[in-house]
């Protein structure tokens, strides 16, 4: 480990001009060490305190506040002075279908396996370690998630691309925040509404049932209601119900009992309105002390840069490419648990078996250390 840290340290003397923190005398910032100790209710007066302070201290994550403070060393959150707290969202593609743990290892026998145990087969013990990995197909998958929060937050808060950020987080997920002056002031019950709001949490299609029949919303109307009856127009067009799907989109309400034998047609068009949904961390969003990473640090699973994204890099994006943070020189890396192929930097490497010793870039070898599947030789 004590070479990639040399490598953290090099990276924060070298290219300390590139972190940054906005407002930053108003942020509260958090470090935790490769020792594990963790530095909070710190503050900085300017950029180049917090440059020198990462260079000095090389932290293995760093993160800020997403809350503006008056006075952000303060431990009491009263004594802070609270000015405002963006709205963070938080999309992680752990534990998304596509991207899941894939490798499950026993800490008292050393038996992996792929597939998911409870105990191990091999010795019986339950002290299994879950042990994920990080490629292309997870970010995709939390690209494509971050790309339905964004389209709900323009379309139906209004919001314009001013008001929006978006940044990688440096490991499998992206950070976004609305910055938007008219949000800073929202309490915890309104964070935890657009929370609910963004994942069609509560949608209940009995709302639209009235003595006259069920009057669905009209298919042109904005947010949830719009998309759920162009979902449930559709459905009843692939189904052959032509004239009812009319009625629908021209808003003349459809009987009761004509609907109510075919629940299956508006339960389907709300599950294919919750594809439009956003997979959102609502705990995350409802909490006003929450942090998020200092642009341009490294993430301590990877090595990767936490980046900020404007939309038309969000496509192109590829941290494998454009997040690499530590140099190229070699570094000899002993393999613990076996890890799959993998790219980098337009290079590949692997797939590697345990105990193989294998010399790598050290942005390369970072990915297999940090996740400890592996260690760094002398
Ligand atoms: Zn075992």
């Given at each position: 480990m004590q070479r990639l840290i040399r490598e953290?340290?090099?990276?924060?003397?070298?290219?300390?001009?590139?972190?940054?923190?906005?407002?930053?005398?108003?942020?509260?910032?958090?470090?935790?060490?490769?020792?594990?100790?963790?530095?909070?209710?710190?503050?900085?007066?300017?950029?180049?305190?917090?440059?020198?302070?990462?260079?000095?201290?090389?932290?293995?994550?760093?993160?800020?506040?997403?809350?503006?403070?008056?006075?952000?060393?303060?431990?009491?959150?009263?004594?802070?002075?609270?000015?405002?707290a963006e709205i963070l969202f938080d999309i992680d593609?752990?534990?998304?279908?596509?991207?899941?743990?894939?490798?499950?290892?026993?800490?008292?026998?050393?038996?992996?396996?792929?597939?998911e145990m409870a105990v191990c087969p091999s010795c019986g013990s339950d002290k299994i370690k879950k042990m994920d990995w990080i490629d292309e197909r997870c970010i995709a998958i939390a690209r494509a998630e971050v790309k339905k929060l964004l389209k709900i937050l323009r379309e139906d808060f209004g919001l314009?691309?001013?008001?929006?950020?978006?940044?990688?987080?440096?490991?499998?997920?992206?950070?976004?925040?609305?910055?938007?002056?008219?949000?800073?002031?929202?309490?915890?019950?309104?964070?935890?509404?657009?929370?609910?709001?963004?994942?069609?949490k509560g949608f209940d299609y009995e709302v639209f049932s009235s003595s006259g029949g069920y009057r669905f919303p009209?298919?042109?109307?904005?947010?949830?209601?719009?998309r759920f009856s162009r979902a449930l127009i559709s459905i009843l067009r692939e189904n052959g119900m032509e004239e009812i799907a009319k009625d629908v989109e021209q808003g003349k309400p459809i009987e009761r009992s004509f609907m109510r034998k075919r629940r299956w047609i508006m339960e389907k068009a709300v599950s294919r309105m919750r594809e439009e949904a956003a997979n959102i961390d609502e705990a995350v969003t409802f909490d006003i002390q929450r942090l998020t990473r200092v642009p341009n640090s490294l993430h301590g699973k990877t090595?990767?840069?936490?980046?900020?994204?404007?939309?038309?890099?969000?496509?192109?994006?590829?941290p494998f490419l454009d997040a690499i943070g530590l140099s190229a020189s070699p570094m000899k890396?002993?393999?613990?648990?076996?890890?799959?192929?993998?790219?980098?930097?337009?290079?590949?490497?692997?797939?590697?078996?345990r105990d193989e010793v294998v010399e790598l870039p050290a942005y390369a070898a970072a990915l297999i250390v940090l996740r400890e599947r592996g260690k760094t030789e002398i």
């Open positions: 953290f340290q090099l990276y924060y003397r070298e290219r300390a001009r590139m972190i940054f923190a906005p407002e930053v005398e108003k942020r509260e910032f958090m470090f935790m060490g490769f020792d594990d100790v963790v530095r909070r209710y710190i503050s900085f007066k300017s950029l180049d305190s917090l440059r020198s302070y990462m260079a000095d201290i090389v932290p293995r994550h760093a993160y800020y506040s997403v809350g503006l403070y008056r006075r952000p060393e303060m431990r009491k959150m009263e004594q802070r002075g609270l000015e405002g593609a752990t534990g998304l279908k596509g991207c899941s743990y894939d490798l499950y290892f026993c800490e008292n026998c050393s038996h992996e396996q792929d597939s314009k691309d001013d008001d929006i950020l978006v940044s990688y987080t440096g490991n499998r997920g992206f950070h976004v925040r609305i910055l938007a002056k008219d949000f800073l002031k929202l309490g915890k019950e309104e964070r935890a509404e657009i929370a609910g709001y963004i994942g069609a009209k298919p042109d109307e904005g947010g949830w209601r719009g090595g990767l840069r936490a980046m900020t994204l404007t939309y038309g890099e969000l496509d192109e994006f590829n890396v002993r393999i613990l648990r076996k890890v799959p192929k993998f790219s980098v930097n337009g290079l590949s490497f692997g797939p590697y078996k």
